[in-house]
């Protein structure tokens, strides 16, 4: 019988009570004899469980985005042929990941795929920032406009509101356009340059970015071993930073404010220190980033493959 690990945080999500969380663990202790239940105490913690949890085929995270980027970075630091299945249940705030994939919003249904047999790879990023913080990421690592949302948004607001919470912060971002600068990058790749100016920028591996910017999926497979760029250009004025986001919203990248494009290897430099996130917590302040896909690297127990039709790839002019 498969050995599971359960690593819960018990503070994720909206209106998340104890009640919540025992019918989690009643159906896990229902159903299998082997699952060993794991609370989250501290930030971090759940890298320390995971790291740990080479003796058991899989590992099932009940959280939000934040609490399985903790127990993927666990994960990726045991060898690959030893490293357990990854199960999710998502109950955080937003929980872009899990969307990004198609993993089922019911529990019930959630808890049933976790202990599923159909399991895909997925591909994993690693952030290196000025060659001292070194970190992997799930499924977004990003900078400017909107990126400070998810750590500036008081938690009791978050519980209380849930996803509403970021579509609020969010608006406050835009009211405010004003305060943001844009930052003067080089970015190089295997495939092209690029010198410009962008108020916003994400490499990322899902279709939803802090709730409020929507990939076509189309573009996007998380086991592809590409992540996807998008960059934005500052808007000259309110009106025209909302024309961006509508067509951002209705997925057309072809515009002169928008960057769409795909990298597996990219370096970013900056003139000044750049706040960046990683899975939606603030991970420090950079000039220089090197980001890296670790293809394939985490088997997770998901329903069905995001897209399975190939890339159209397209370089810079």
Known sequence: MEKILLIINPRAGKKK??????????????????????????????????????DFERVICIGGDGTLNEVC?????????????????????????????????????????????????????????????????????????????????????????????????????????????PFKLKIKTDDYYIEEEYIFGAVSNSTSLGGLVKLDKKNVKVNDGYFELLLIKKPDNFWALTDTVTRLYNKKYCFEKILFRHANNLTLESESPINWTLDGEFAGSFRNVNIKVCGESIKIARAEEVRTKPLLRKKLP
Request: aromatic share 14%.
């Open 17 to 54: 009570n104890n009640d919540f969380f025992k019918k989690i663990t009643n159906f896990f202790q229902t159903v299998t004899e082997t699952a060993e239940i794991r609370y989250t105490e501290s930030r971090g913690h759940a890298i320390e469980l995971a790291r740990s949890a080479q």
């Open 73 to 181: 970075n666990g994960l990726m630091q045991l060898e690959k042929n030893i490293r357990p299945v990854l199960g999710y249940i998502p109950c955080g705030s937003t929980n872009d990941f899990a969307r990004g994939i198609g993993l089922p919003k019911r529990l019930d249904k959630s808890l049933k795929l976790s202990l599923s047999e159909d399991i895909n790879p997925i591909d994993i990023g690693f952030f290196n920032g000025d060659n001292i913080y070194s970190r992997y990421f799930t499924y977004v690592a990003s900078f400017g406009l909107f990126t400070d949302i998810s750590y500036n948004t008081d938690q009791r607001v978050k519980n209380k509101f849930g996803h509403m919470a970021y579509i609020f912060e969010g608006i406050k971002n835009l009211t405010e356009l004003q305060k943001y600068k």
